[in-house]
């Protein structure tokens, strides 16, 4: 029999079920990979907001991880809500330990309705982790506050791979026009644009839902653009059913 890949997910729950590790899982299945969890936050939310967060100790993150490891074939992993510095240092340490494995980092700061989900202080930790992964995800706003540079998003997400990490995808559901644009920025190469027209629907989660259908593309062996691109089309797809 084939072996079906895993993708571990670290990252917070949502109790409302539209964002968080829930939606992970549900794209995960979609993609036909199994999935492995490791909790760093409980969150109390409905569709309206974030009532309230208990982080969850890091080195329990960091057991977690190192248990999914041990049990199943992981071929990706994921990452969403780290919460504190703390829990960033103890998921650092457990990837220093896997480097072969694959991260995709969705670099959450703040729920829809605007709850911080990354205290203040630990903005300084998280750039340090994007060297330990493939690929990190900002929307404009997180790209805006990561970078630091009020200059154009080239050069926000050029800052970032300066700071270390391996490629940014700026993903542009806030920005205005015609079509959602995403754009993909590697260490000496061109950028790369993937496009889908904008939808007047709105939905949670959807940053969850791009960055776990990379991983699961890259668990399977695809090449990170490819990758990206029928992670679009997959939540443009989900976008157009709601």
């Known amino acids: ?42 969150t109390v939310q409905t569709h309206q907001g974030v009532e309230h967060v208990d982080a969850v100790a890091p080195d329990r993150v960091a057991q977690q991880m190192r ?51 990354l205290l203040p202080d630990a903005t300084d930790a998280l750039l340090e982790l994007f060297s330990s992964c493939m690929l990190v995800t900002p929307n ?11 200059r154009s998003v080239a050069d926000q997400a050029r800052t970032l791979l300066a700071a270390g990490a391996k490629a940014v995808l700026v993903k542009g559901g806030h920005a205005n026009g015609m079509e959602a644009i995403d754009i993909l920025f590697q260490p000496e190469q061109a950028e790369q644009s993937f496009a ?30 490819a990758a990206v691109a029928l992670a679009k089309a997959f939540v443009y797809d989900k976008f157009r059913e709601t």
């Open 196 to 225: 889908s027209p904008r939808l007047t629907a709105t939905m949670r989660g959807t940053g969850c839902m791009l960055a776990s259908a990379v991983a699961a593309r890259l668990a399977f062996g695809d090449p990170l653009p």
């Open 67 to 117: 248990a999914s490891l041990s049990a199943n074939p992981i071929a990706a992993i994921k990452i969403g809500m780290l919460a504190t510095s703390a829990t960033i240092a103890a998921v650092a340490q457990v990837l220093a330990d896997h480097p072969d494995i694959p991260v995709v980092l969705d670099p959450v700061l703040v729920s829809t309705s605007g709850r911080a989900l």
């Open 1 to 42: 029999m084939k072996t079906i890949p895993h993708v571990l997910v670290v990252a917070g729950s949502d109790s409302s079920g539209g964002a968080g590790i829930v939606r992970d899982i549900e794209t995960l299945a979609a993609f036909g990979v199994k999935a492995s969890v490791a909790i760093t936050a409980v």
């Open 140 to 150: 404009l706003p997180e790209l805006l506050v990561l970078a630091a540079v009020p």
